[in-house]
């Protein structure tokens, strides 16, 4: 299933959420390798099999099966992530702030995908999670890659989208008017 088959599984209370779809299918802010594998990122974070299955078929037309992989490891690298750091600034004992946090990650710190890439990743994946330390880090490191506050908005506006997609899909057999 692609994107564009998705798009019509929508029902017509979420049509809204169907217009942003297709306003964001049709968005050139972000070059083309970047756009599809930040879309296969917030894909994953919605937990949304159709969602998932449908980004990862229009992925497969851009980008190779290691890139692939790649991203999807990193998906669960940052979700893993945004608990741990949720955790580490909620929790009232600020004690656990200074312990290390011991999770392995050395897929993501050997990989060679492209900083800037995982950096979008990583700062839309915790928008969708609600982790705010780890979109204000990976905010700053965007700004660093010289991403522009355009692209860096598109990020979080595409994980928006994605995410009520996913809701708006899940929820189509449950809404009664």
């Known amino acids: ?3 564009n088959e998705l798009k019509d599984q929508i029902p017509d209370f979420a049509r809204d959420v169907r217009t942003n779809l297709a306003a964001m299918l049709a968005d050139e802010t972000l070059p083309p390798k970047c ?3 930040l879309l296969l990122a917030v894909a994953i974070a919605t937990r949304n099999h159709k969602v998932i299955s449908a980004m990862e078929c229009e992925a ?5 099966p290691d890139a692939i992989a790649a991203v999807k490891s990193a998906a669960f690298l940052i979700a893993m992530n945004n608990i741990y750091n949720r955790f580490v600034q909620l929790a009232s004992n600020p004690e656990y702030r200074k312990m290390p946090a011991r999770l392995r990650q050395d897929l993501i710190d050997s990989s060679n995908v492209d900083r800037g890439d995982l950096e979008l990743w990583s700062l839309a ?6 982790c705010g330390a780890l979109m204000d880090e990976h905010e ?3 700004q660093q890659e010289w991403f522009s506050p355009t692209e860096i908005q598109t990020a979080v506006r595409f994980a928006a989208i994605m995410q009520s997609v996913a809701i708006a899909i899940e929820t189509s057999g449950d809404v009664r008017f």
């Open 60 to 64: 497969r037309s851009v980008m190779t």
């Open 35 to 37: 756009k599809c594998s």
């Open 140 to 142: 700053t490191a965007l």
């Open 1 to 3: 299933m692609l994107m």
């Open 125 to 130: 994946i915790s928008a969708i999670n609600g």
